[in-house]
């Protein structure tokens, strides 16, 4: 038990959000395989609510053409509500983690330019070959927001046992209207967030940082 415990904690520690990945697409049957496996958690009364739209080849340099456009030139407009705000230790390890992605990628403080630069690297999905695009029924709420978020978790531990890279992404989401008209997902949907995938650039710079994590006694109270 313990062994497999480990297993998961190595694969928990080895994931981390991938920003630059190799052209080449990940086989059909892998896809298949990471779906099936992050399909297998939880859920609110076994709703199962998760659904995901997924590109493959030239459709993902379509999308990635068009969600560059759209980008540039639409306003965010997300279907789940963004935060209203990070303050405390939330702002300091959104802080942390940005600081450390500018550094990797030689971008300085105060480069407002760089920093818009990296930031749009999320519009070209990362030179990612796959983008998948979650989405759950209106009617479910935040309950269906989140059982996703588990689906999410279980999609890229899968991914990371299997070699590929991942990176889930509430910036493509910010354009949710967009999203909806392009693959043609119904209002009675909410999107949630996408997932780019695909063999991660090792040798790139932004993948070259790793974030760190909360202490134990900073997540529980506990209650004896």
Request: charged share 20%; glycine share 8%; net charge negative.
């Amino acid at each position: 038990m313990s062994a497999s415990l480990d297993q998961l904690d190595a694969l928990m520690s080895a994931r981390h959000s991938c920003r630059a990945f190799h052209p080449d697409q990940v086989p059909q049957d892998v896809i298949e395989r990471i779906v099936t496996t992050a399909g297998r958690v939880p859920s609110w009364c076994n709703a199962q609510p998760w659904a995901v739209t997924i590109t493959s080849g030239a459709e993902t340099d379509r999308f990635r053409t068009a969600l560059q456009d759209e980008a540039s030139t639409g306003r965010p407009e997300p279907d789940l509500p963004f935060p209203t705000g990070y303050s405390g230790e939330y702002q300091q390890r959104r802080r942390s983690c940005g600081w450390a992605l500018y550094q990797a990628v030689g971008v300085e403080k105060g480069d407002r330019a760089g920093s818009a630069r990296q930031m749009a690297e999320n519009f070209s999905l990362f030179g990612a070959p796959h983008c998948a695009i979650l989405h759950s029924p209106v009617e479910l709420g935040p309950y269906g927001a989140l059982d996703c978020g588990g689906f999410v978790t279980a999609f890229c531990l899968a991914a990371q046992a299997l070699g590929v890279g991942t990176i889930p992404q509430a910036a493509v989401a910010a354009f949710s209207p967009f999203l909806h008209r392009y693959f043609e997902i119904g209002d009675d949907r909410q999107i949630l967030c996408a997932i780019s995938f695909g063999y991660s650039d090792s040798d790139h710079p932004a993948n070259s940082f790793r974030t760190e994590r909360a202490a134990l006694n900073d997540i529980v109270s506990w209650r004896t």
